[in-house]
Nanobody, 123 residues
């Protein structure tokens, strides 16, 4: 499956952005999906995932209560609504997919990566 992330940009602290991840090449629904990010000089870190079986969602503590992950299987698209953005949310955001589990929370569990979209939050 090919993943295409979009929706990044420059926003002031406190603002909002919605990222999208469009999947192509294969049926979207069997895959567990998630978002990761990489800030400058730091390792890739988990942001959010959505369970492919029951639709439950899981978040990193740093974004809990501010970010919302969702998916639309009919449109083969996953979303990440980001509210109350902070400068420390600045990073390249990657969408990810796996067929090996119901969620994807570690980079070693990812089978497919999107190309990344830059999010910059100014103070």
């Amino acid at each position: 499956v090919q993943l295409q992330a979009s929706g990044g940009g420059l926003v002031q602290a406190g603002g909002s952005l919605r990222l999208s991840c469009a999947a192509s090449g294969r049926t979207f629904s069997p895959y567990a999906m998630g978002w990761f990010r990489q800030a400058p000089g730091k390792d890739v870190e988990f942001v959010a995932t959505i369970n492919r079986s029951d639709g439950s969602t899981h978040y990193a503590d740093s974004v809990k209560g501010r970010f919302t992950i969702s998916r639309d299987n009919a449109k083969n698209t996953m979303y990440l609504q980001m509210n109350s953005l902070k400068p420390e949310d600045t990073a390249v955001y990657y969408c990810a997919a796996t067929f090996r589990g119901n969620v994807v929370v570690v980079t070693t569990g990812v089978d497919f990566w999107g190309q990344g979209t830059q999010v910059t939050v100014s103070s």
